[in-house]
């Protein structure tokens, strides 16, 4: 079931939002080769907590998830569990995804940082990553389907011999933190549900460095590449509105960094 949000839903999704992206900002400067993914995921419950806010991740799913952020390193995709023993080494990759539950409404996203030198191949696959999300909301404009978007992330990751995760996509998001429709990060051009306004959405590619078979850890978490190879994650929530696009999870600093694309999107199509 697909959920259209009002003008005043998608605010409250906002404030959510914010506070989801806010921690970006907090664990940035924490990312170093020594530091536990325990650490890590200490500061990012303490900075859900100070806003007030839930985080979204703790006792999720069953088994419950004992984490406020999914924490993954190198081969490990997305819902790494946070642990003492899991130490940050120069050179990893490390996704942090996060969510926060403010007043109702739910905040979803994720960025893969890179701890101190890390090699080329690998900073390719980040950047790679990051860059084919905004390629998928390139597409998010009036007329266009769910399968424009995955076609857009997919032929761009495709194009540098990366493999796209099949199994596991972006989704809905609002009063559930997973919602309809699933959003694939792959797909046809033209196919799949019409995008219209009101819709929230997370894109969220998860990208390998060669296959994207994937394997279940005995901790019923975590899921690691089968070939062992490295994988990144990107995730921001945004909305579709009567005049464009809107993405919601963006840090401040981000906003300044991407700003010419964000005045593109938010009048590509809807006005
Ligand atoms: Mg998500």
């Known amino acids: 079931m697909i959920i259209l949000k009002t003008k005043q839903e ?52 069953d088994p419950p998830f004992p984490g406020s952020a999914c924490i993954s390193i190198n081969e490990e995709i997305v819902h790494g569990v946070p642990s003492r023993k899991r130490i940050l080494q120069e050179g990893d990759i490390v996704s942090i995804d996060v969510g926060a539950l403010y007043n109702g409404y739910y905040g979803d996203a994720c960025r893969t940082f890179l701890v101190g030198d890390v090699k080329p191949a690998w900073k390719k696959l980040v950047e790679v990553t990051e860059e084919s999300f905004w390629q998928g909301i390139a597409q998010v404009k009036k007329g266009n389907r769910l399968g424009d978007i995955g076609h857009a992330v997919q032929s761009y990751c495709e194009q540098f011999g990366f493999g796209v995760i099949r199994d596991l996509t972006g989704h809905g998001i609002g009063t559930s933190l997973h919602e309809g429709p699933n959003l694939l990060n792959y797909g046809r051009p033209g196919r799949g549900l019409r995008l ?29 590449t089968e070939d062992g190879k490295a994988a990144a994650h990107y995730e921001n929530v945004f909305s579709i509105t009567e005049t464009g696009v809107e993405i919601l999870t963006l840090t401040a600093t981000e906003r300044e960094q991407y700003a010419e694309r964000l005045q593109q999107i938010e009048n590509q199509g809807w006005a």
Do not use: H
């Open 10 to 61: 998608i605010d409250s999704i906002k404030e959510a939002c914010a506070i989801t992206a806010s921690i970006f900002d907090v664990v940035k400067s924490e990312i170093k080769a020594g530091v536990s993914t325990f650490e890590l995921d200490e500061i990012v419950y303490q900075t859900i907590k100070s806003q007030n806010a839930i985080p979204a991740f703790l006792n999720y799913g």
């Open 196 to 224: 219209e306004p009101g819709m929230v959405m997370c894109l969220e590619p998860m990208i390998t460095e060669e296959s994207f078979q994937i394997r279940l850890m005995p901790d019923q978490w975590t899921l690691v």
